[in-house]
């Protein structure tokens, strides 16, 4: 008895991490679709197929919802596997050559942007609009995104390669604009850019804006 009891919990809960997800998954649909602030706990419980107070229960908030949404969004799963650490990133920071570590780097951003583009895009414009939860989470995600170019410029130091002369923090802060989402919605959806035209043009903007001349371009590949 002991045995079947030890099962019953494990499946009880695997039920109940498919369900969080799926919750969460309908939340971001319709956040991207209607907006944060008229997206109703409610319309969210109806389309994932469980009551209003099972969200509640399991999120607290619809402001905790939209960040355990986007959290999800910007991996791609919800495996407890920090984003640094995954493969895709483990092998993007053994790139030797500094050109091809940006363009690697422009390639990433554009995979985490169509995953969470859309969604980002309604956060940046409720911030703008003064909704307290996404001026919070805004913030939150901009000094996430900061962290993560410091990593890539600490990443070109250690391969002696950023332009002589250019602080660290200047660097940093050039990245961080480039793989923004506005200038990804800008190109993409303004604009009409592919997701290719994209992707190669900031990975070399990228590149102009902290290599020196000589290094901005990644070698050819062999014959």
């Known amino acids: 008895m002991a045995e079947r009891r030890r099962y019953d919990t494990s499946s009880r809960e695997h039920q109940a991490a498919l369900t969080r997800r799926q919750i969460a998954r309908v939340a971001v649909a319709q956040f991207v679709e209607r907006g944060y602030a008229t997206t109703s706990v409610a319309s969210i419980a109806r389309a994932a197929g469980v009551s209003a107070q099972t969200v509640y229960n399991g999120f607290g908030t619809k402001a905790a919802l939209l960040k355990e949404g986007y959290d999800l969004a910007l991996a791609g799963d919800d495996a407890d596997v920090p984003l640094a650490e995954r493969p895709e990133v483990r092998a993007l920071y053994a790139e030797p050559e500094p050109a091809a570590f940006l363009h690697g780097y422009a390639r990433l951003g554009r995979a985490l942007l169509d995953r969470m583009g859309a969604l980002a895009v309604q956060i940046g414009a409720g911030a703008l609009a003064g909704d307290p939860d996404l001026v919070e989470l805004r913030a939150t995600t901009d000094q996430e995104r900061l962290v993560g170019t410091g990593m890539v410029v600490r990443r070109l130091v250690e391969l002696g ?25 800008l190109l993409t959806v303004t604009r009409g850019w592919s997701g290719e035209q994209y992707e190669q043009w900031v990975g070399q903007a990228m590149c102009d804006a902290v290599l020196p001349v000589e290094r901005r371009e990644p070698p050819a590949p062999p014959v």
Do not use: F, K, Y
């Not at 390669?161 to 919605?185: F, I, Y």
């Open 161 to 185: 390669a950023l332009s002589p002369g250019l602080d660290q923090d200047v660097a940093r802060d050039r990245l961080w604009a480039l793989n923004s989402t506005e200038l990804w919605h």
